[in-house]
């Protein structure tokens, strides 16, 4: 029987894995391939548990292989270095988010919207240039072509940067590029969970006045009185939403929930704009009278581009931005799931990688 390329690997490697759509993870060895003249190879410390984890080795998008390891939110320390390497040195602080390889070639790429390329391979799931399977940073140790890593500044905690890998840079790109990164702007924050926290954080920073949308009344404490949101506004009380009509220059949606979003529009004003960063797995019902009557926008937006996501590392080091976090052990992990499952989490679970590992082998 021929070899599946990935055993052929020269790096032995552990970590946690799904192996049907049940979603169970349990202890799985594995290998990486050899570093190569332009990779990096890393000591993962922490990975964060994102909801696209959940989604993905449940395969309720269709689209999972078994056996995979999760994990895109992934930090660590350089042990290896390749010959042509320019970026890093053995003992720096590497991030690798949802990306480890592009064409590098094509009009997005060359706009260093590498997120946005057809043949974009994500972190963990995707088949590789060498034909093998991608798998992610629920394991001890990562190899990642230089481009697609990230320098951690040393004033970042580690655990709490994790998940700026994808959370915060999945937040802050259309903040950025949808021009609602200017001071004094008003930006709705649809959702107080992982994405949705560090969007008013990011939005904070910017100068924003932020108004957190939630359908749970019991967030608003947490909102305003620990996050700094400056308002709270219940979407289902029909009053708050009237009386906040008109007022917003653009929301950020971070909900992966079926939902309506013709009340979100009533909240913007003329050419304002709606961005949509959750996935629901139902389509959504778009108006088009509040829209044409207000030539306002419904956009979506996906992670950002390697450029953009050091700028995000680099911008949340100096401004102290970091994601609110419950440390758990390996052996938690399909625990946290079941958490995540409920929104039983405050505000993203990051595994402790390198000591629970050692405890599981």
């Not at 140790?141 to 481009?147: A, F, K, R, W």
């Not at 655990?159 to 802050?172: E, K, M, R, S, W």
């Not at 929930?257 to 979100?264: D, E």
């Not at 088009?288 to 030539?295: K, M, Q």
């Given at each position: 029987?021929?070899?599946?390329?990935?055993?052929?690997?020269?790096?032995?490697?552990?970590?946690?894995?799904?192996?049907?759509?049940?979603?169970?993870?349990?202890?799985?060895?594995?290998?990486?391939?050899?570093?190569?003249?332009?990779?990096?190879?890393?000591?993962?410390?922490?990975?964060?548990?994102?909801?696209?984890?959940?989604?993905?080795?449940?395969?309720?998008?269709?689209?999972?292989?078994?056996?995979?390891?999760?994990?895109?939110?992934?930090?660590?320390?350089?042990?290896?270095?390749?010959?042509?390497?320019?970026?890093?040195?053995?003992?720096?602080?590497?991030?690798?988010?949802?990306?480890?390889?592009?064409?590098?070639?094509?009009?997005?790429?060359?706009?260093?919207?590498?997120?946005?390329?057809?043949?974009?391979?994500?972190?963990?799931?995707?088949?590789?240039?060498?034909?093998?399977?991608?798998?992610?940073?629920?394991?001890?140790?990562?190899?990642?072509?230089?481009?697609?890593?990230?320098?951690?500044?040393?004033?970042?905690?580690?655990?709490?940067?994790?998940?700026?890998?994808?959370?915060?840079?999945?937040?802050?790109?259309?903040?950025?590029?949808?021009?609602?990164?200017?001071?004094?702007?008003?930006?709705?924050?649809?959702?107080?969970?992982g994405l949705g926290h560090m969007a008013v954080k990011f939005g904070k920073a910017f100068g924003a006045k932020v108004t957190v949308i939630s359908t749970s009344p019991n967030k608003k404490d947490e909102?305003?009185?620990?996050?700094?949101?400056?308002?709270?506004?219940?979407?289902?009380?029909?009053?708050?939403?009237?009386?906040?009509?008109?007022?917003?220059?653009?929301?950020?949606?971070?909900?992966?929930?079926?939902?309506?979003?013709?009340?979100?529009?009533?909240?913007?004003?003329?050419?304002?704009?709606?961005?949509?960063?959750?996935?629901?797995?139902?389509?959504?019902?778009?108006?088009?009278?509040?829209?044409?009557?207000?030539?306002?926008?419904?956009?979506?937006?996906?992670?950002?581009?390697?450029?953009?996501?050091?700028?995000?590392?680099?911008?949340?080091?100096?401004?102290?931005?970091?994601?609110?976090?419950?440390?758990?052990?390996?052996?938690?992990?399909?625990?946290?799931?079941?958490?995540?499952?409920?929104?039983?989490?405050?505000?993203?679970?990051?595994?402790?990688?390198?000591?629970?590992?050692?405890?599981?082998?």
């Open positions: 029987m021929a070899k599946l390329p990935n055993e052929h690997h020269s790096k032995t490697a552990f970590g946690w894995a799904a192996r049907d759509s049940s979603g169970i993870l349990s202890p799985f060895n594995f290998s990486r391939r050899a570093t190569g003249d332009k990779d990096v190879t890393f000591k993962v410390l922490y990975c964060g548990i994102c909801h696209s984890d959940l989604h993905f080795i449940k395969n309720e998008w269709g689209n999972a292989s078994y056996p995979v390891v999760p994990g895109h939110e992934i930090v660590g320390v350089v042990s290896e270095v390749g010959s042509k390497v320019q970026k890093f040195k053995v003992g720096d602080k590497v991030g690798v988010g949802c990306m480890v390889g592009s064409c590098l070639s094509c009009d997005a790429c060359e706009k260093s919207l590498e997120n946005y390329c057809p043949k974009m391979i994500l972190t963990y799931g995707s088949t590789y240039y060498d034909g093998t399977k991608t798998q992610g940073g629920y394991s001890d140790i990562m190899v990642v072509d230089e481009h697609f890593a990230v320098r951690i500044p040393d004033n970042m905690p580690l655990d709490a940067t994790a998940p700026l890998l994808c959370a915060g840079i999945t937040v802050y790109s259309p903040l950025k590029y949808f021009d609602l990164d200017k001071p004094g702007l008003h930006i709705g924050v649809v959702g107080l969970g909102a305003v009185n620990r996050l700094g949101a400056d308002s709270f506004l219940v979407s289902r009380e029909p009053e708050e939403m009237r009386a906040a009509m008109g007022t917003m220059d653009g929301i950020i949606d971070t909900v992966s929930a079926p939902h309506a979003i013709q009340p979100l529009l009533g909240l913007l004003k003329s050419q304002g704009k709606l961005v949509l960063v959750g996935l629901p797995e139902k389509p959504l019902e778009l108006p088009a009278f509040p829209l044409v009557g207000g030539r306002k926008i419904v956009a979506g937006s996906c992670i950002g581009g390697m450029k953009e996501t050091q700028e995000m590392i680099d911008f949340a080091a100096k401004h102290g931005i970091k994601s609110d976090i419950e440390v758990v052990a390996i052996h938690y992990v399909n625990t946290a799931m079941e958490r995540l499952l409920k929104s039983d989490v405050r505000y993203r679970f990051v595994i402790d990688i390198d000591n629970s590992l050692k405890a599981a082998l």
